[in-house]
C-alpha cells in the first residue's frame, strides 16, 4: 500500500442562511456533510457528482480557502485545521488548485508571465523568477515568446495551461482540480487531460480531479468517489467501480454516459432517476438518496446508511443497505 | 476615446485653460491686481477684452489668473478624495469587519451636503487655498469610498482572486495587484467628477465670502465682488462664470467620455448606432 498524502476525516461544512433585518441564521446549507476520503502519495483520486453536491466547497476546504465546520484534514499526518498563519503559508506551496473557469480565474490586467511568476514572488523560490517561469511555460506547451502577453489574448485550451503552469509553478506535491476540462471542447479537454497526466508522471504529482464527466474520470482516476448531497456515496478503485457499481446512485449515472458505438447507443438502457435533487439546506432523512433511490425502502428513510467496507476485503466501498450485488449485475 | 469630438474638444478647452493660466505671466504686462481708477467699470474692448472691473482691473487678465487657483483646488482634492476613498474603499469592501464601522462612518458624512461640511469645515479652520483643499478633500472622500467599495465587492468573489489565494499572496498583495487594477476605471472616472465638482465648490465658498483670500483673483470671488453690478456692468460677471462653465463643461464631459472607454457595453451601442445611421443613409 502506496504512503497516504491526504486524509479528509468527517468533514462537515455548513453555511448559514441569514435572514431578516437582524441577519439571523434560519438554517444551514449542508455542503460537504461528513466525508472521509484519502489520497495515496502519486495516485489521482476522481470525485464525481451532480452540480451543487459539494465537490467544489471540499476543494476549497482542502485548500484552506474555507474553515470547515467540523472534521477534520491531515497533510501526510498532521492536522491542517490547527496551522497557523505561517505553517498554513507553508502549507499552501505543496497544495495548489486548477480551476474550473479559465477565463475568470485569471487576472484580466495581468500579464501571462507575471500570472505564472506570481507564486514564485510570494515563496522567492528562485531569482531567476523568468527564466523559470519561461521553463514552466515550455512545460506546459506554450510558447516562452507568449510572457508579455495579456490573457485574453489566448484560447480556452491555452489559458488552461497558463493555469496549469501556475498551480505546478511551486512542484507541489497535491494538485486539486476542479473541474479542469469541463469548460473547455472536447478536442482541447484531451490536450489539457494528457498534459496533466504527463505532469504527473514527469513530476510525481498526486490528484484530487473533481469533475462531473464519467469518462473524463475513467480515463484519469486511479480510485472515484462519488458524492450527493455532501455525501460520499460510493468509493472504489477504477476497475471495479466502473465494472461492479454497487450503489443505485452510481448505476444510474453509468447508465448516462453514452455510447460511441450507435448501435449499442441505441440499445442502452438508461436508468433515468424520478424528481430533483433535494436542496442541501433540507436534505432527506436517513438515506439522503432515497427520495429518488429505486431500490429505496421504508428502512431507507430512518437509517443512515454509513460508508463501509465489504466483507470480501477489496477497497470498494459503498454507503448502501440493499446495494446492487455483483452477480445482479453480471445478469444484467 | 480620442476617436470622438466631444472627448477631443474637452481636453482641449482644459489644455487651454491650463497653458494659458500658466504662461499667463510671460504674455501679459498687467498685472491682475493692477488698478486704475480711470478705466472703472468699461465694457468689453479691443483694449480690456472682457472689460474692467469696479477698480479698473482687466477682467480678462483676473478670470485667466483665476484658473489657478480653481484647477490646482480642483486638481488637489480630486487627487486627496480619490486617494482617501479607494483605500478606505479597498479596506471596506475586502474585510466585512471593517466594512460595517467604515461604511458607517461615510453613511453618516453622506448624512450631511458635501458643501455645508466644507463650508463648516471652512468657517473652522480659516479662509486658504490649503484649508479649503483639505475641507473639500475631506467632503468629498465618502463618496468615493462607496462607489470603490461597491467595485471590489463585485471583483473579490471572482476566481482570479481565489487562485491568488491559493498561490499564497497576502492580503496587500492582491488588494494592490489583483483587486485595484481591475477597478481602476470607476475610479478614474468618479476622479474626474470629483474635480469637477471640487472647481464649483471652491467657486461656492468664495462666492460666499469664506473661501480664498478676497485679494487674491478666484471665479468665486470675482462673482462675488460682481453682484452688485450685474445690471450696470453684467461682463463683470459672465466671463468669470463662463470660466466656471466652461471647466466644469468640460470635465464632465472628459468623465462621461472615460466612462464610455472603458465600459465595452457602451462601445457596443456605438458600434450598432452607427451601424444603424450608416444603414439609414444608405
New interface residues.
Given amino acids: 500500500m502506496s504512503q497516504e498524502l491526504l486524509r479528509i476525516q468527517d468533514l462537515e461544512m455548513h453555511f448559514p442562511i441569514k435572514e431578516g433585518v437582524l441577519q439571523k441564521t434560519t438554517g444551514y446549507v449542508k455542503a460537504v456533510n461528513g466525508v472521509s476520503l484519502s489520497v495515496n502519495k502519486g495516485e489521482t483520486l476522481g470525485i464525481v457528482g451532480e452540480s451543487g453536491c459539494g465537490k467544489s466547497t471540499l476543494a476549497k476546504t482542502i485548500l484552506g480557502l474555507l474553515k470547515p465546520t467540523s472534521g477534520d484534514i491531515f497533510y501526510e499526518g498532521e492536522s491542517i485545521l490547527n496551522y497557523n498563519a505561517k505553517q498554513m503559508h507553508e502549507l499552501r506551496r505543496n497544495i495548489q488548485m486548477v480551476f474550473q473557469d479559465p477565463f475568470s480565474s485569471l487576472n484580466p490586467r495581468m500579464q501571462v508571465g507575471d500570472i505564472i511568476a506570481a507564486p514564485l514572488k510570494v515563496y522567492k523560490t528562485t531569482k531567476n523568477v523568468k527564466h523559470r517561469v519561461q521553463e514552466l511555460m515550455e512545460l506546459v506547451g506554450l510558447k516562452p515568446e507568449y510572457y508579455h502577453r495579456l490573457p485574453h489574448e489566448f484560447s480556452g485550451g491555452q489559458r488552461q495551461r497558463i493555469g496549469i503552469a501556475r498551480a505546478i509553478a511551486l512542484e507541489p506535491k497535491l494538485i486539486v482540480c476542479d473541474e479542469p476540462v469541463s469548460a473547455l471542447d472536447v478536442s482541447v479537454q484531451a490536450q489539457v487531460i494528457n498534459l496533466l497526466e504527463d505532469l504527473q508522471k514527469e513530476l510525481g504529482l498526486t490528484y484530487i480531479f473533481i469533475a462531473h464527466d464519467l469518462s473524463v474520470i475513467k480515463h484519469m482516476a486511479d480510485r472515484v468517489g462519488v458524492m450527493y448531497l455532501g455525501k460520499v456515496m460510493e468509493l472504489s478503485n477504477n476497475e471495479s467501480f466502473y465494472q461492479n457499481a454497487q450503489h443505485p446512485y452510481t448505476n444510474a449515472l453509468l447508465s448516462a454516459i453514452p455510447l460511441p458505438d450507435p448501435v449499442k447507443e441505441k440499445e442502452r438502457e438508461r436508468i433515468v432517476l424520478k424528481g430533483d435533487l433535494p436542496s442541501p439546506a433540507n436534505p432527506p432523512s436517513g438515506c439522503v438518496f432515497h427520495t429518488r433511490c429505486p431500490r429505496a425502502q421504508d428502512y431507507c428513510k430512518k437509517n443512515v446508511p454509513l460508508l463501509e467496507t465489504k466483507e470480501d476485503g477489496t477497497a470498494h466501498t459503498v454507503a448502501c443497505f440493499f446495494p446492487i450485488e455483483h452477480a445482479e449485475q453480471i445478469q444484467k | 476615446m480620442l476617436k470622438r469630438k466631444r472627448n477631443l474638444l474637452s481636453i482641449g478647452i482644459l489644455l487651454l485653460i491650463t497653458i494659458a493660466t500658466i504662461t499667463a505671466s510671460l504674455w501679459s504686462q498687467t498685472s491682475p491686481s493692477f488698478i486704475d481708477p480711470t478705466l472703472r467699470l468699461l465694457s468689453p474692448s479691443s483694449e480690456h477684452w472682457f472689460g474692467t472691473d469696479h477698480f479698473g482691473r482687466d477682467i480678462f487678465i483676473r478670470t485667466i489668473y483665476a484658473a489657478r487657483v480653481s484647477l490646482i483646488v480642483g486638481a488637489v482634492v480630486a487627487v486627496v478624495a480619490t486617494f482617501l476613498g479607494t483605500v478606505t474603499g479597498l479596506i471596506a469592501g475586502y474585510y466585512k469587519k471593517a466594512d460595517s464601522i467604515i461604511m458607517r462612518i461615510v453613511d453618516g458624512m453622506l448624512a450631511f451636503p458635501a458643501l455645508i461640511l466644507a463650508l463648516a469645515l471652512v468657517a473652522a479652520l480659516g479662509g486658504s487655498v490649503a484649508n479649503i483643499i483639505i475641507a473639500l478633500g475631506f467632503a468629498f472622500w465618502p463618496i468615493m469610498t462607496r462607489i470603490v467599495r461597491a467595485a471590489v465587492l463585485q471583483v473579490k468573489n ?3 482572486i ?9 492580503d496587500f ?1 492582491i488588494l494592490t ?2 483587486i485595484l ?2 477597478i481602476l476605471s470607476p475610479i478614474i472616472v468618479q476622479g474626474t467628477f470629483t474635480f469637477a465638482r471640487a472647481i464649483l465648490a471652491e467657486a461656492a465658498l468664495s462666492f460666499l465670502g469664506i473661501g480664498v483670500n478676497p485679494t487674491t483673483p478666484t471665479w468665486g470671488n470675482m462673482l462675488q465682488e460682481a453682484q452688485i453690478y450685474i445690471s450696470m456692468a453684467p461682463w463683470f460677471s459672465i466671463f468669470p462664470g463662463l470660466g466656471i462653465v466652461l471647466t466644469v463643461l468640460a470635465l464632465n464631459m472628459l468623465g462621461d467620455g472615460i466612462r464610455d472607454a472603458f465600459d465595452p457595453h457602451a462601445k457596443k451601442q456605438l458600434k450598432k448606432r452607427k451601424k444603424v445611421s450608416q444603414q439609414k443613409y444608405a
Avoid: I, L
Avoid at chain 2, 162 to 170: H, I, Q
Fill in positions: 471572482v476566481q482570479y481565489e487562485a491568488a489565494k491559493t498561490t499564497g499572496a497576502s498583495v495587484t489583483y487594477p481591475n
